[in-house]
């Protein structure tokens, strides 16, 4: 369901909205449909629950991996490959960049402003309700904008990743619809799906499209 629109596509959101784990699926659902497929993890902020921690699995589904530098060593010095710019001139690769999680981490991305804007980029901000910062539409506005204003690139869609890990149920996914509806018609940007990681309680009753995740980056530390 990814493949039309842009091959680009970057991910942005508020700490523990979930965009990494879409990241890594949206990334393996295009690579699914038969297109190369590359992952850009531009989290030079935080350390945890970052794509270049699943450098196997992406490798394993024919995803090729860029991260910073330094990425997943004790040196703390986020520094960016000149490798991420071979993604734009490539026609027929699909990239999706995750971006770090709030509006410093999305400075990352001022580096390729000029490359984005020429090759044509969809900014999808992922919102989860239930963390901090994103349980309201002033609040979820008020964190896109900035982000948007950091990467200097303006916000294209919104995904609901609403989710109270393994308490989700329909109802938690309806909730976050409904406030991601609120923030669609505030700022006139499409919701374009609602993600959840739990079986059978996706597509809702609206016609917004499910995407259906795995749950790749949780550890069994963090398990209920």
């Not at 297109?35 to 945890?48: E, G, M, Q, S």
């Not at 999808?124 to 349980?135: A, D, E, K, L, T």
């Not at 669609?184 to 609602?194: F, K, M, Y």
Request: net charge negative; proline share 5%.
């Amino acid at each position: 369901m990814w493949t039309t629109g842009s091959r680009i596509k970057i991910l942005v959101g508020h700490y523990g909205s979930g965009k990494t784990e879409l990241a890594l699926n949206m990334a393996r659902s295009i690579r699914g449909a038969g297109y190369r497929t590359a992952l850009v993890d531009l989290d030079i902020v935080n350390p945890f629950f970052r794509s270049a921690e699943q450098g196997a699995w992406l490798d394993a589904n024919g995803i090729r991996l860029l991260a910073p530098t330094f990425a997943l060593t004790a040196v703390d010095i986020p520094a960016l490959p000149a490798e991420i710019l071979s993604v734009f001139p490539d026609k027929e690769l699909h990239t999706v960049f995750d971006v770090g999680g709030d509006d410093a981490g999305a400075l990352a991305l001022g580096r390729y402003n000029r490359q984005f804007i020429e090759n044509g980029y969809e900014l999808i901000y992922v919102v989860n309700i239930f963390r901090p910062r994103s349980g309201s539409v002033q609040e979820i506005m008020d964190m896109m904008n900035r982000v948007s204003e950091c990467a200097r690139l303006k916000p294209t869609g919104l995904i609901n990743n609403s989710n109270l890990g393994n308490l989700t149920d329909r109802k938690t996914v309806e909730e976050g619809h409904a406030l991601l509806k609120a923030v669609s018609r505030e700022s006139g940007l499409p919701l374009l799906a609602d993600s959840a990681a739990v079986p059978g309680l996706l597509p809702l009753d609206d016609g917004t499209p499910g995407f259906l995740i795995d749950r790749v980056t949780k550890p069994e530390w963090m398990e209920l």
